[in-house]
């Protein structure tokens, strides 16, 4: 403020509002990562089709308790953590939470424990060139089988460039799966899925959510399960909030479901809760 008002004319009040509220929140969320406000919670992903219950995954999703605002949405700093370069070390807590977590389930709930494990790169992740050394180390020092560890990346991010690419085959080198998160809203479409580095496609929320009433939505779930099919690649639907959902699901041969039908996510205690119940 004290350079004077020249430099000042360039911000309209909106873009200055914006920039302290980053602000605001990197510095809170600095303090957060320091005190423990963040903690992971796990969603099942279950099998559609028959397999007697078996072979229950999870994914990790981020939550942050804040002491007074209470619970903040990811969308809420997620990208805020991106832009400040806090990304790293959120994406770090939640991947060495997630991994410890695992294999504390192994230990404890022996064959009832979740058979794999997904957890979320943002773009500004896949974008620092210490990733890969830091997944290698995480994976390393919690015991965590690469096999059981699956990484989900956004359909534009995967489309981006050669480094992007290379990165992700990096990845996949150590042993872990990709998954293409969020299918159906990026840029890319179904002839370019065969371009990707991924194993696993989830189709997203927004066609899942109409499949009983757009046969336009179950149309293109349908060829997307086709061509995933074709490649090789598994399938995941997202959101499943309905019965009716899942049956239309299971009826286009879609893999696997996630979505508060089958279970919201949890804190781990929960969640072993919930594994135990599923098993009768
Ligand atoms: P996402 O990866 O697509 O995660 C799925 C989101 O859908 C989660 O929201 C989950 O709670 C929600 N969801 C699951 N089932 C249902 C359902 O049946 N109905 C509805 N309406 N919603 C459902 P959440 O946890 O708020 O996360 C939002 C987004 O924030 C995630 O979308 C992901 O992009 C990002 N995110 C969350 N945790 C992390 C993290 O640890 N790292 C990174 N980089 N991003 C994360
Ligand atoms: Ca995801
Ligand atoms: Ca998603
Ligand atoms: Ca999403």
């Known amino acids: 403020k004290r350079a004077g008002g020249a430099r ?60 007074l605002r209470g619970m903040v949405p990811p969308p809420a ?33 022996g064959p009832l424990a979740p058979q794999g494990l997904s957890v979320n790169l943002s773009r500004a992740q896949l974008c620092e060139p210490h990733l890969v050394v830091q997944v290698q180390r995480t994976l390393e020092g919690s015991g965590m089988p690469p096999g059981a560890l699956q990484l989900e990346v956004t359909e534009s991010l995967a489309a981006q460039d050669d480094a992007v690419r290379q990165r992700l085959q990096a990845l996949k080198a150590l042993g872990l799966t990709l998954a293409l998160d969020d299918f159906g809203t990026g840029y890319s479409s179904l002839s370019s899925l065969h371009q990707l580095p991924v194993d696993l496609v989830k189709i997203d929320r927004s066609f899942v959510s109409q499949l009983e009433t757009s046969a336009h939505h179950r149309a293109l779930v349908k060829a997307t399960v086709e061509v995933a099919q074709s490649l090789g690649m598994g399938t995941v639907a997202e959101g499943i909030e309905t019965p009716g959902q899942a049956r239309v699901l299971q009826a286009l041969q879609c893999q696997k479901g996630q979505g508060y039908w089958f279970g919201r996510p949890m804190p781990a205690a929960a969640l072993a809760e919930w594994l135990a119940a599923r098993q009768g």
């Open 77 to 109: 700093f997620i990208e805020i953590a991106e832009q400040t370069g806090l990304i790293g070390a959120l994406g770090g807590f939640v991947l060495e939470t997630a991994c410890r977590q695992f294999m504390a389930w192994r230990q404890t709930l």
């Open 8 to 67: 000042h004319a360039v911000f309209d009040p909106a873009m200055k509002v914006r920039a302290t509220y980053r602000g605001l929140v990197e510095t809170e969320l600095r303090q957060a990562l320091d005190r423990g406000e963040l903690f992971v919670v796990y969603q099942p992903i279950v099998w559609l089709g028959d397999h007697d219950g078996a072979g229950v995954g999870v994914e990790a999703l981020v939550r942050w308790q804040h002491p």
